[in-house]
């Protein structure tokens, strides 16, 4: 079973990918539908919340925001 843990892990892969916002919005529904998956507790909304917060950061010196 995944943790909060691997969540951050994961939004961290995802938001320094390079890939493009799209891409990375994509990844991260993809990624969500295996926690959802996984974690019948998995809070889809918080998710996402999380991962538009870390993809419209613009400062370098921001820290990723814990999930």
């Known amino acids: 079973m995944f943790t909060k ?3 951050i892990e994961v ?3 995802i938001r320094a990918s390079g ?3 799209k891409a990375q919005r994509k ?5 969500g539908d295996m926690f ?3 974690n019948p507790r998995f809070d ?3 998710w996402n919340e999380a991962i538009e ?3 419209v950061r613009v400062r370098a010196n921001t820290q990723p925001r814990a999930l």
Do not use: P, T
């Open 27 to 31: 990844m991260a529904q993809d990624f």
């Open 5 to 7: 843990q691997h969540y």
């Open 11 to 13: 939004a961290k892969v």
């Open 53 to 55: 917060a870390g993809l």
């Open 44 to 46: 889809r909304q918080r």
């Open 19 to 21: 890939a493009s916002k």
């Open 36 to 38: 959802a998956r996984d």
